[in-house]
């Protein structure tokens, strides 16, 4: 049972030869190493923790034990195989059984070297700068999810579960920018009449989205620009749908509309204002009407028993 599978020094680690009839082996020593064997069955079982440590003049083989309810540690700076065979005469004194150290201690298994070795093996993250913008949110959305795992995980390390900790929030910079996870469950229609409530501060205030992103990113209890990105859009395609936008031609409309005197009398000027005014976009006025005196007596603004409603139009009653 592998209980920690180790890792070769970076300086010169050292190795271990297994001579056969036909070839010789070789098998680097792993430092911080740590495997419980076992063999036999009934009173001849053996279970024995195998460590392997780096000291400064190279590594210390050690073995520990119990028996009859005592427990014994075994060490040897010589090899795997001698560390083996003292355990094997301090079990049983007369003896005369020897193992391999190499088997003992598991340093020939295939999955604890391919472990090991994955260990050893560097995966570098590419800089932050150099990452597209889904990377990046892929990024800090894996470890905002890992760190809150890692919560759940661990909490009840430190806190009795009548306590009820939370994580509410993580906040975090990379490359200069912030980052703010909210783990709390809030109430999706109090959020989103939240979200709206700012676009609508947002839009009155004629504030511009690259501003409010600056704002947001100094300001770090401000919403994300994207949220209210996504608002607006939002608000925009239901008003599309309620209160569609109509196309109007411009050019196959004369300019008088009514008996008055028109301002511009010259033919030529009028036709170089339609070539350049083109298509114009509109919304019936009745389209509105509906929606917002719908709106209107939902709110109970209006009374239904005095049906007349008084409209100021660019000024004009």
């Known amino acids: 049972?592998?209980?920690?599978?180790?890792?070769?020094?970076?300086?010169?680690?050292?190795?271990?030869?297994?001579?056969?009839?036909?070839?010789?082996?070789?098998?680097?020593?792993?430092?911080?190493?740590?495997?419980?064997?076992?063999?036999?069955?009934?009173?001849?079982?053996?279970?024995?923790?195998?460590?392997?440590?780096?000291k400064i003049d190279g590594p210390v083989y050690i073995i520990r034990f119990e028996k009859d309810e005592q427990s014994f540690v075994i060490t040897s700076k010589k090899s795997v195989t001698k560390v083996v065979n003292e355990y094997l005469k301090k079990r049983n004194p007369d003896t005369q059984a020897q193992l391999s150290?190499?088997?003992?201690?598991?340093?020939?298994?295939?999955?604890?070297?391919?472990?090991?070795?994955?260990?050893?093996?560097?995966?570098?993250?590419?800089?932050?700068?150099i990452l597209g913008k889904s990377?990046?949110?892929?990024?800090?959305?894996?470890?905002?999810?890992?760190i809150g795992i890692a919560f759940k995980n661990e909490i009840h390390k430190f806190y009795n579960p009548i306590d009820q900790p939370i994580l509410q929030?993580?906040?975090?910079?990379?490359?200069?920018?912030?980052?703010?996870?909210?783990?709390?469950?809030?109430?999706?229609?109090?959020?989103?009449?939240?979200i709206e409530a700012v676009t609508k501060i947002v839009d009155q205030g004629l504030i511009s989205q690259k501003s409010y992103r600056n704002l947001a990113a100094i300001q770090h209890e401000l919403l994300r620009d994207y949220d209210v990105s996504n608002a607006r859009k939002k608000i925009n395609d239901e008003m599309n749908q309620k209160v569609p936008v109509s196309i109007l031609n411009i050019a196959n409309i004369s300019l008088i509309t009514t008996n008055e005197l028109p301002d511009i009398t010259d033919q030529e000027i009028e036709e170089e204002m339609m070539r350049y005014i083109?298509?114009?976009?509109y919304r019936r006025i009745t389209d509105i009407l509906r929606f917002v005196i719908l709106d209107l007596l939902n709110r109970q603004v209006l009374n239904i028993n005095n049906p007349i409603i008084y409209i100021h139009i660019s000024g004009m009653a």
């Open 1 to 54: 049972i592998s209980l920690s599978s180790g890792k070769y020094p970076e300086d010169n680690p050292f190795s271990l030869k297994q001579n056969n009839a036909t070839y010789t082996t070789s098998y680097r020593i792993p430092d911080n190493y740590v495997v419980q064997t076992r063999w036999g069955r009934g009173r001849s079982q053996h279970v024995i923790d195998c460590e392997i440590k780096y």
């Open 101 to 129: 150290g190499v088997h003992v201690f598991g340093l020939n298994t295939i999955d604890v070297e391919k472990e090991r070795e994955r260990k050893n093996q560097s995966h570098p993250f590419k800089p932050f700068n």
């Open 135 to 146: 990377m990046k949110e892929k990024h800090s959305h894996i470890f905002s999810k890992q």
């Open 169 to 194: 929030e993580l906040r975090f910079n990379v490359q200069e920018k912030n980052y703010i996870v909210d783990y709390r469950n809030r109430n999706r229609d109090k959020k989103n009449n939240h």
């Open 278 to 281: 083109g298509n114009a976009g």
